[in-house]
């Protein structure tokens, strides 16, 4: 029996991760690409989570979170909980491709974008934004691809309650450990299958894999 | 009217370094001024400063009237204007076209802020275009253009704000033959219709000869002369820039009271000076080709020289002189009629007649004192 609730619950924490830290991760990497002497240990921080165990974030976040509310609801084994921790996660994953993305256009066309007239807003949203659309593009395939398949920090955080924080991953996890291995083989399929459609939706838009990180600029 | 008057010993950023500039110049409307120099002189940084896209430390920059620019120490900008505030088409070296808009769209994104309804700004971008004969390439993407035709789409985009100031940063030196002639008709076209100041950055000396009014030489930075074209050649204010600009029969020798010595020769002149150079200053001077004869006898006021190479092409010859007992040579160009009439050949003997009053002397190199930007008190 495939559980659809811990599906669903995936996609929901995967889209309401990409709606908060997409319009989060471009203003940080567009800031980034000229954050002057401390962009070394900014970058080294927003990409620790890549090099953190999972259990080590989790425990932190735990620690950090115990006993906290946010509009009322509890932050630690709860939905939001595991959005919050969800969103820190994947900060490297949003972050790293955009900035690429910013940092690939040419000085020349910001300079020729303010000899034109145009103020620092109508440059990002003019010029910045549509020549590194590619790397939005990225970023968002990969933190959609990387919530669903989040499970360290996700456990520790939020546990496994059915419906509120049991996602597909932690699903899976469980059914093989209660020797369901057709429910585990049918959720790690449909995982599977998601994912493989978002890079391949991707790779459509790009060309090529070699593409998926930095635009093209002519 | 654009006046310049920059002082900067600032370095730039890792995508501009640029190098300490002092540099004085005026240009008015409907001029073209060169600005030239060998690479890295500092000549795109200048214009770079004018844009707003590079700040001086020290100066004035001021356009048809208004103060874009002004600095009286250094970091403390009384005045400084941003680049969207200066009214500056820029003509880029590499175009800098945005690469995800048409060709219309690229000229009309500089009227953005013209506060011009959408309708106008196309009409009025599509009419730039047309002008450069471009109309039927307006939804071509750069990427999509010859490097002539983008160039032009830049150049539609640099007038499209009605800058009071242009500026063309290397303009010539990417596009084949037949393009740049079709650039040097255009701009012979705007200089006529447009009033505004034209600011043209090339290190082809040949071309700032051919197309400006007025000519500024730079050199690490420094504005070392800036005069009209003829007056350059025949009158450099001193030896870097006849070096500069390639002066042919440049010498050195010492200037005392009226009297030019040659030392390596011998030799002396009686040149008249305006008083400007020390008693017994070491000087560099040059010779026009109009000021030197060469003769096939020997007289008490002509030098003996031995002619060292002759290359013909067509009517023209080019003779090389070794001079008198040093080891100095001296180029001199005539006709093959008159080589033939002289009889020279390699090796032969003749004698050369210098006329005094073209002779030019200058000193070796100008004095650079910054401190004459700085404000009278």
């Known amino acids: 029996m495939i559980d659809t609730q811990a599906i669903f619950l995936s996609l929901q924490l995967a ?7 997409l319009p989060f991760g471009i203003w940080l990497a567009h800031h980034l690409v000229s954050a002057g002497k401390w962009k070394p240990w900014l970058e080294g921080l927003l990409a620790l989570p890549l090099v953190l165990p999972p259990t080590v974030l989790g425990y932190y976040l735990l620690v950090g979170f115990s006993g906290k509310t946010l509009f009322g609801e509890p932050l630690v084994f709860s939905f939001l909980g595991i959005l919050i921790a969800s969103l820190i996660v994947n900060l490297p994953f949003a972050i790293q491709p955009i900035q690429r993305a910013f940092e690939a256009i040419p000085t020349a066309l910001k300079e020729a974008a303010e000899v034109c007239g145009l103020s620092a807003w109508q440059i990002f949203y003019r010029i910045n934004l549509p020549l590194a659309w590619r790397g939005v593009l990225s970023a968002a395939v990969l933190t959609f691809a990387h919530t669903l398949g989040e499970f360290g920090v996700i456990l520790m955080i939020g546990g496994a309650i059915p419906g509120k924080t049991k996602t597909a991953s932690i699903a899976i996890y469980d059914q093989v450990q209660s020797f369901d291995t057709q429910g585990a083989g049918m959720l790690s399929l449909l995982l599977l299958g998601i994912s493989l459609c978002a890079i391949a939706i991707s790779y459509g838009f790009f060309g090529s894999s070699s593409q998926l990180r930095a635009p093209r600029i002519r | 009217m654009l006046k310049v008057r920059i002082h900067s010993q600032s370095h730039g950023n890792r995508h501009h370094p640029s190098i300490p500039l002092e540099i004085n110049l005026s240009c008015a409307a409907g001029e073209l001024h060169a600005l030239v120099g060998p690479s890295g002189s500092g000549k795109t940084t200048a214009l770079r400063t004018i844009a707003g896209l590079h700040q001086p430390e020290l100066g004035l920059i001021e356009c048809a009237g208004e103060i874009w620019f002004e600095g009286l120490s250094a970091n403390q900008a009384l005045i400084n204007f941003s680049p969207a505030q200066r ?4 003509l880029f070296q590499q175009y800098a076209l945005f690469p995800h808009l048409s060709a219309l769209h ?11 309804p959408k309708s106008t700004r196309i009409a009025q971008s599509q009419a730039w275009l047309e002008r450069m004969a471009l109309g039927q390439f307006a939804d071509r993407l750069p990427a999509q253009l010859s490097g002539g035709q983008q160039q032009r789409v830049a150049l539609a985009r640099a007038l499209a704000r009605n800058p009071k100031v242009l500026l063309l940063d290397e303009p010539f030196s990417a596009i084949d033959n037949p393009t740049r002639q079709n650039l040097y008709r255009i701009l012979a ?16 000396l040949r071309e700032a000869n051919l197309l400006a009014d007025n000519i500024t030489v730079i050199d690490h930075g420094i504005g070392l002369q800036t005069a009209a074209p003829n007056e350059l050649f025949q009158k450099p204010r001193n030896s870097r820039v006849a070096e500069l600009v390639g002066i042919p029969n440049v010498f050195n020798g010492v200037f005392n009271a009226g009297r030019l010595d040659w030392p390596p020769n011998n030799w002396f002149f009686d040149v008249l000076d305006k008083g400007k150079i020390p008693p017994a200053s070491p000087v560099a001077w040059v010779i026009p080709q109009d000021g030197l004869m060469v003769h096939a006898q020997a007289a008490p006021t002509f030098l003996p020289a031995r002619v060292e190479t002759l290359s013909s092409i067509g009517q023209i010859a080019v003779v090389r002189f070794s001079v008198g007992n040093s080891k100095e040579s001296l180029v001199w160009e005539a006709s093959s009629a008159e080589i033939k009439r002289l009889g020279i050949h390699l090796g032969s003997a003749v004698f050369l007649e210098f006329d005094a009053n073209k002779i030019h002397i200058m000193p070796l190199r100008t004095i650079n004192d910054p401190r004459r930007l700085l404000p009278a008190g």
């Open chain 2, 106 to 116: 690229n000229v009309a994104i500089a009227l953005e802020n013209s506060g011009l």
């Open chain 1, 15 to 21: 889209f309401c991760t990409l709606l908060i830290i």
């Open chain 2, 189 to 204: 076209e705007l200089r006529q219709d447009l009033a505004i100041p034209i600011v043209l950055v090339t290190h082809d």
């Open chain 2, 87 to 90: 009214s500056c088409g820029f």
